[in-house]
DNA sequence: CTTGACCCTATAGTTGCTATAGGCCGTAGA
DNA sequence: TCTACGGCCTATAGCAACTATAGGGTCAAG
């Protein structure tokens, strides 16, 4: 009746690979699961909804730690959401702050590569000045 | 006349920490200074431009491979710039993927953060639940 | 002559996995 | 019955790009 699944199953329905799920489990991000006979991990549906819960952490962009966070915080239904809402502003901010940063560089690459215009050999290649910038004096 | 720095110097003109310099050392990456009589690393200018040009190239995304190539390139003056052109537009390719990739999980991010109007416990946490989705049936 | 800032090497730790070696389990075909 | 195959097991090492630590040598100033 309570349905179980191998490692195998756990990863194919999760798209995570076996060894990350391994992985997972030694810094205590899953619990370890039961052991058949032949000492293969056996999972239950609660191992199932941990890991789709990490894995779309992840794909959010999470850190394993803030993952982990998360997953302490919703256990215990007692406690007030304020964590869960700091949390998730927190990351939305750096995940903010490093589009700004990626906008600014990709302006930049922009910059460079648009001083190229089939220029002829390295020596007067004006991206690798660009990318001198600073280095001889003009 | 031809002047000379150590290693602390190099590090406070670009920026760079000591152990970074040596790291890059470790991996060729920089060339491997003359030495002192106490052992201590002796850096020409030519070492500090080519830590400059490094870090540029660092702080504008580029790999320390990408780097490598990109100083292996610039060191051929007879060679053509295709290839610098080539690295320059990968990497801009990359980090416009990666802006549109952080773009969107910043969307989700905001929609979720929008479900908490201060909700009360984690037991009706509408962030918990969203980053949930999937798990429970609903 | 000792304090303190600097330098040296070598090794281990970080994040989030991935890869490899070496071996057991279970079943299906010859 | 043997054997080949996929799946599972553990343990360890490797990836990027550093950072941190331990344990020591050097050198100029007070």
Redesign the pocket.
Known sequence: MTETY????L?RLTDT????I??YESIGLMPEPER??????VYAKAHLDRLRFVRRC?DLGF???QVADLAALSSDRQQSCHDVDRLTRMHLAEVEAKIADLNALAAELRNIGAQCEGGTTISNCRILEALDRGRRSA
């Open positions: 191998r490692i195998g199953e990863a690979k076996v060894v990350t391994r992985y058949s006979a032949a000492n293969y991990r992840r850190s394993l730690e």
